[in-house]
């Protein structure tokens, strides 16, 4: 299963003071107080090729995607230097997502927690955010 970024109807506040993450960290604090559009499903992310029906306990690998294009698009209003170091660092990748865990952010509407099929690291998205 592919994910589709125009499937990105859900809305998220960042949080948290520093994301975790490799880049730089004035880049990671930069994302605080945003709020960026992700996927309307939030949960456990794994390899699995079938939907589980079944709740899940909220862990670090708990979170949400935010399409790479979209989040460095509202970055760029509030944060223009961090925007630009994301773009000379070859920032955003097609079809990759940012994830950010349920510590980092706050749902704002239009997500709901479930557990996710099928995401590998390719789709989970580049951690160097």
């Known amino acids: 299963m592919s994910l589709d970024k125009s499937e990105a109807t859900g809305l998220i506040r960042i949080t948290a003071g ?21 996927l309307p499903k939030a949960g456990a992310y ?6 589980m029906d079944r709740r899940v306990t909220l862990s670090d690998e708990v ?8 989040g460095i698009a509202v970055l760029a209003k509030y944060r223009v230097a961090a925007a630009l170091k994301l773009r000379e660092c070859g920032f955003p990748h097609a079809d990759q997502y940012f994830f950010f ?24 998205g580049n951690p160097f955010r």
Not at 104 to 124: C, F, M, Q, S, Y
């Open 18 to 38: 520093i994301v975790h993450g490799k880049l730089d960290v004035w880049i990671r604090r930069s994302w605080y107080g945003l709020e960026l559009p992700c």
């Open 46 to 51: 794994s390899d699995l090729m079938e939907a």
């Open 63 to 70: 979170g949400f995607l935010v399409p790479e294009q979209a």
């Open 101 to 124: 865990s349920w510590k980092e952010a706050k749902i704002v509407r239009g997500v709901e927690l479930a557990t996710i099929v099928h995401v590998n690291e390719e789709d989970r």
